[in-house]
């Protein structure tokens, strides 16, 4: 049977409820005697928690904690019934015995949320009480990141999704909020302060400008290098890497950035660098890592996934338009030029391709690695290579691992040949020094 720790506190509840005390005279030695139990009480629960919590078996005592956390939320919900109607009779000490009365059995949920968090049921809500004690402790940090707002280097509307949140948590009482949402935004603000220090570090005033030695400029609150691609330094980045790296997966964030994207690319003129730009950006957005057990909405894909889904069919229709446009006439160098066939398929070489590039075995433009090879080599069936369908399986999220084990069975052959080449070297050399010679 799964114990219930607040049974006494339940049954200690009806004894001192506001509807007997308040017709009464206040007695202020019995309220502190009440109050004293109530510590005690406090103190026996919180090690039993502990105690019960290791006696029972995994699911037995997650299901030990809940049972206890709905208890406590029941409590705390009466008791606020309690200090409202001890405030509208207008009975100061009463409404300071409820009050204190509220933040024993609090502390006993500080308890149950701080070590054992990750048993809890954080998708309840949290009493409104609690909610406001909660709201005061974050308050300082709160306060400090609206200094961000200062900073002229940082996108204002960035930071209008970023604390829209933010700003419904710390001003609007009437909102419920779950325990879930609390913690996100404990661990996201502390995460966010860091940048304040960052900051610091930057002078990048709005509009185009040098920001460095080596060309850069600040365009939009972007900095961008000669070929018009994001430096990876400038501070409106770094806070989109955090609101990654935190899952801050709201549809809001997701909708600013693929505006973002589609802004870039209604100002390019050349489909060429619209496709250069769309592949950079599916690129950066792959590479991008989330906080374990950590999302603003727990019920929505990760911000990556929803992200890469839009730039994905963006990226598609890109490479329509292009297949459109293309002429279907051979080209110049094809006529008496011969490609070399490659025992591989179309995708296992653009995978290929792919992992030599991440691996910095491959220097160049993605664009011109994946021209190239459509230039220079055949499938190991004899067919052309489409630039268009390269494009697509060098780029693809879904990877296949047939094709990857294919690759591994062909660089293990190289890998065994070097191998020999390496030991016949060394064998030839010993000869030399030692002036042996073996005759077979």
């Not at 040098?210 to 409106?236: K, Q, R, S």
């Not at 950035?257 to 589609?262: A, I, N, V, Y």
């Amino acid at each position: 049977m799964i114990m219930n720790e607040l049974s006494n506190v339940e049954k200690w509840l009806t004894t001192i409820n506001p509807d007997q005390l308040i017709s009464l005279p206040v007695d202020q030695p019995q309220l502190k005697e009440e109050l004293a139990w109530l510590a005690a009480e406090s103190y026996r629960i919180k090690g039993d928690f502990q105690t019960r919590f290791h006696d029972y078996k995994v699911r037995h005592a997650h299901d030990y904690i809940r049972k206890n956390q709905m208890s406590l939320l029941r409590l705390l919900d009466q008791i606020e019934d309690f200090l409202q109607q001890a405030a509208t009779a207008n009975v100061p000490e009463l409404m300071a015995f409820y009050e204190d009365v509220y933040l024993h059995v609090e502390k006993i949920l500080l308890h149950l949320t701080r070590y054992y968090s990750a048993v809890i049921d954080d998708s309840l809500p949290m009493p409104a009480r609690y909610t406001a004690h909660k709201r005061a402790k974050l308050l300082p940090d709160y306060e400090q990141l609206l200094q961000l707002y200062e900073h002229p280097g940082i996108q204002k509307p960035l930071l209008d999704v970023v604390f829209r949140p933010l700003k419904a948590f710390f001003q609007r009482d009437s909102l419920v909020f779950t325990f879930q949402q609390c913690n996100y935004f404990k661990i996201f603000m502390g995460e966010l302060l860091s940048l304040l220090d960052v900051a610091a570090r930057f002078t990048t005033e709005p509009g185009p400008q040098p920001v460095n030695g080596n060309g850069y400029t600040a365009v939009n609150g972007e900095h961008l290098n000669g070929e018009d691609f994001p430096e990876m330094d400038d501070l409106n980045w770094q806070l989109h890497y955090k609101l990654h790296f935190l899952n801050f997966n709201n549809l809001e964030y997701r909708n600013f950035c693929t505006r973002q994207l589609h802004t870039k690319l209604e100002a390019m003129s050349s489909l060429a660098k619209k496709v250069e730009r769309v592949n950079w950006y599916i690129s950066t957005e792959r590479r991008q890592h989330t906080k374990p057990g950590v999302a603003l909405e727990p019920g929505l894909p990760v911000i990556s996934e929803q992200i890469l889904r839009v730039i994905e069919e963006e990226y598609k229709y890109l490479l329509e338009q292009d297949n459109l446009l293309s002429p279907k006439q051979a080209r110049p160098y094809e006529n008496g030029f011969t490609k070399l066939k490659l025992r591989l398929t179309s995708l296992e070489l653009a995978q290929f391709a792919a992992a030599c590039e991440e691996a910095g075995m491959l220097e160049g433009k993605k664009v011109d690695i994946i021209n190239y090879l459509a230039r220079n080599f055949i499938s190991e069936n004899g067919e052309e290579l489409q630039e268009s369908s390269l494009r697509t399986q060098y780029y693809a999220t879904r990877h296949n691992p047939a094709a990857y084990q294919r690759l591994i069975d062909w660089l293990q052959k190289v890998q065994d040949i070097l191998a020999v080449k390496i030991n016949k070297t060394a064998l030839t050399i010993f000869w030399v020094i030692t002036g042996n010679c073996f005759w077979w």
